[in-house]
């Protein structure tokens, strides 16, 4: 299957400052990639949706200005969570998608754990 | 409004001990289900897709099987390895992303 990182696979910052995520497809290109939120024995939270070259979409309820959304090229997708607060804390994982001959399939990535002092 | 439902949230079972877990959807219009696996401070792994109504696909000791309302993933006499949340998705026609459901989280006990 097709593969993709994410790095760091954890990151601690202090309250106030920004962290960039980025998420990378390493052996395909992605026009689509995801951004997920996870807390603790929970599903999978879709945060937005980016597509290669143009802004993210975003859900209900999430701030773009706090997530902002990169996805400057076919393997690469950064979120950056600004003016990091402790309730940003949580799992992220991204996910792209793959449409291959009929197939239409997501993979994600290994998630990155943000810790917020 | 898409919607995913899997039971049960939890399963424990005895290794050898096969059984079945149960994701029922209702979608306006059905691309693909998916199954992942995904295990504790990691992100979800690919299992399958499923495109139609009788379609089945395995994988070791896995099958899924789908039908118009639910898809089964049956487990067939489990390891300890194959402990896990597993999680049920899908993906309408016309959209990009996946719903998901909750999960169910299986253990298998040695």
């Known amino acids: 299957g097709a593969v993709v990182s994410q790095h760091p696979s954890w990151v601690i910052c202090k309250s106030g400052t920004s962290v960039k995520i980025e998420c990378r497809s390493l052996d395909f290109q992605a026009t689509t990639m995801f951004w997920y939120r996870q807390f603790p024995k929970q599903s999978l939270m879709l945060m937005a949706t980016s597509n290669e070259g143009s802004k993210a979409t975003y859900e209900q309820g999430v701030e773009k200005d706090k997530f902002l959304i990169n996805h400057a090229s076919l393997t690469l997708s950064t979120l950056t969570v600004t003016s990091a607060h402790p309730e940003d804390s949580s799992f992220y994982i991204c996910?792209?998608?793959?449409?291959?001959?009929?197939?239409?399939?997501?993979?994600f990535g290994p998630g990155t754990r943000l810790t917020v002092l | 409004e898409d919607q995913v439902t899997q039971s049960p949230e939890a399963l424990r079972l005895q290794e050898g001990e096969s059984s079945s877990l149960n994701c029922s959807y209702t979608v306006s219009g059905l691309r693909g289900l998916f199954w992942y696996r995904q295990d504790p401070g990691k992100g979800p792994e690919f299992l399958f897709t499923?495109?139609?109504a009788g379609e089945e696909k395995e994988k070791e000791r896995l099958k899924a099987t789908l039908t118009k309302k639910e898809s089964f993933l049956h487990i067939t006499a489990p390891k300890p390895e194959d402990s896990a949340t597993y999680l049920c998705?899908?993906?309408?026609?016309?959209?990009?992303?996946?719903?998901f459901g909750q999960g169910t989280r299986l253990t298998i006990n040695p």
């Open positions: 996910s792209a998608r793959v449409w291959d001959r009929g197939s239409d399939t997501q993979y």
């Open positions: 998705a899908v993906l309408a026609r016309g959209a990009q992303k996946l719903v």
């Open positions: 499923l495109y139609s």
